[in-house]
């Protein structure tokens, strides 16, 4: 059975830093894009970052710049860096593997799901 569990999320106040982890089991991703995304109250899921098999990122707009994505495939891990955070990035947030090495901004064409971590961001 195939389980992405996040982990790292929190409170913290703006300006700060957290570090998200998604690890997976059940089966290995290291030739699959992975994916975060993030949801707040009453808004879509929205796109975040990805990264590909071979390792190339992208990013939404918003967090360009301000957050990292990377792949640990030795242990089956996603990590997320976000610094200087802003409320505006306070949402629950999921990380998500693709049956597929390329990425996709669309959470509709992830395969696979973690059951997401609160990140809240206080002014």
């Known amino acids: 059975q195939v389980q992405l569990v996040e982990s790292g999320g929190g409170l913290v106040q703006a300006g700060g830093s957290l570090r998200l982890s998604c690890a997976a089991s059940?089966?290995?991703?290291?030739?699959?894009?992975m994916g975060w995304f993030r949801q707040a109250p009453g808004k879509e899921r929205e796109f975040v970052a990805a990264i590909t098999w071979s390792v190339n990122t992208y990013y939404a707009d918003s967090v360009k710049g301000r957050f990292t994505i990377s792949r640990d495939n030795a242990k089956n891990t996603v990590y997320l860096q976000m610094n200087s955070l802003k409320p505006e990035d306070t949402a629950v947030y999921y990380c998500?593997?693709?049956?597929?090495?390329?990425?996709?901004?669309?959470?509709?064409?992830?395969?696979?799901w973690g059951q997401g971590t609160q990140v809240t961001v206080s002014s």
């Open positions: 998500a593997a693709r049956g597929a090495s390329q990425y996709t901004l669309n959470w509709r064409g992830y395969d696979y």
């Open positions: 059940g089966r290995t991703f290291s030739s699959n894009a």
